[in-house]
């Protein structure tokens, strides 16, 4: 259910109905908004009446349930966007958040060469792999903890912030540690056990779709780190598993506007693992402007040839410079900025 309260109520009203909901076995979580403040409450839906019963306060314009599955991330209870604030950047806002990077943190110079590259081009966000989740065991895994000091040191270096996989409930603490957004991946989104603790980080968390993910699904894993206490969850289409065989996995963009209708959370495309390779890159990242995105996360490598993970869809620091010079046009069309 979710307790709207007349605009102007003080925060003394707002305190006293989050200790009634309390009091009733719900756990409230208050939203403040550019006009009222909503406050959600969480909880088994059998007391609905008693909740129903707020309405009598002065300060409670309505009592009303949420229809959605999902309670924390619907546009019911928060109309306004959330906008995620990474070290300046605000995700959800006006400009757009590009993340740009490797698939896989291999060296040192890859990650120096790459970060300047993708800065000089106009990405505000690092990313990088560490940790990675392969379908093999006998692929490359990651650098793992060299390769988070790296891309730590490579952040300082270019002040951009990091974006990083974690994908064990045991790694959390380390990986937040050397980086500023946590990326949930396609193959870990319905891991609840992981999910509830990088809501305890109260980092952000880009949590990607999984492959096999319907969007209700994706929403109710998001649901699950708003309501661990953590409302900085970014989501990030990547592509899911269709018939098609032409390209590594079918981009959905119908989920952009689709997303925007149901949740205030910001929403970035990955056009590099939603395509599976660099010549198709450019013209979906400029279709997930077009339709809506919040920003892109693109694999780039100076070296694509060399790649020790997804060569085939990472591009060139100079190829990534145009698709950039592409979006920026895009996003002007859009009344945005890249
Ligand atoms: C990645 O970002 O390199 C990655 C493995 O992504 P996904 O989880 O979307 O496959
Ligand atoms: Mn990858």
Redesign the pocket.
């Known amino acids: 259910m979710i307790i709207v309260l007349r605009s102007g109520a003080t925060s003394e009203e707002v305190d006293d109905v989050c200790r009634r909901i309390e009091a009733m076995g719900y756990r409230p979580h208050t939203i403040r908004g550019e006009l009222r403040t909503v406050i959600g409450a969480v909880g088994d839906d059998r007391g609905k009446e008693r909740l129903r019963a707020l309405e009598s306060l002065e300060c409670v314009e309505n009592v009303q349930p949420i229809l959605q599955p999902f309670k924390l991330a619907s546009r019911e209870v928060k109309s306004e966007p959330t906008i995620v604030e990474v070290d300046g950047i605000a995700i959800g806002g006006r400009r757009l958040a590009i993340m740009a990077g490797p698939?896989s943190v291999e060296s040192r110079e890859q990650m120096f060469e790459v970060a300047a590259k993708v800065k000089a081009a106009g990405a505000n966000v690092l990313r990088g792999?560490a940790f990675?989740?392969r379908t093999s065991p006998y692929a490359f895994q990651g650098l793992e903890e060299e390769g988070l000091k790296l891309l730590k040191e490579a952040s300082r270096e270019t002040g951009l912030p990091v974006v990083t996989?974690v994908m064990e409930p045991e790694k959390v603490d380390v990986v937040a540690e050397h980086s500023d957004i946590l990326?949930i991946?396609?193959?870990n989104v319905q891991n609840f056990s992981l999910l509830r603790r990088v809501a305890e980080t109260r980092k952000p968390v880009l949590l990607?779709r999984g492959m096999s993910t319907s969007i209700q699904e994706w929403l109710l894993s998001a649901e699950y780190v708003l309501s661990g206490g953590n409302p900085n969850v970014i989501l990030c289409e990547?592509g899911i598993r269709t018939f098609e065989t032409a390209t590594r996995f079918t981009l959905d963009l119908n989920a952009v506007p689709v997303l925007k209708r149901l949740t205030h959370l910001p929403v970035v495309v990955?056009p590099s693992?939603g395509t599976g390779h660099w010549e198709y890159v450019e013209s979906m990242a400029m279709a997930a402007i077009a339709a809506g995105a919040d920003g892109l996360i693109i694999?780039v490598h100076p070296r694509p040839a060399e790649a020790l993970s997804?060569g085939p869809q990472s591009l060139k620091p100079e190829r990534f410079a145009q698709v950039m010079a592409r979006v920026r046009r895009v996003a002007l069309a859009l009344d945005r900025e890249a």
């Open positions: 698939c792999g990675k989740p996989e990326q991946g396609a193959r990607k990547r990955d693992h694999e997804d």
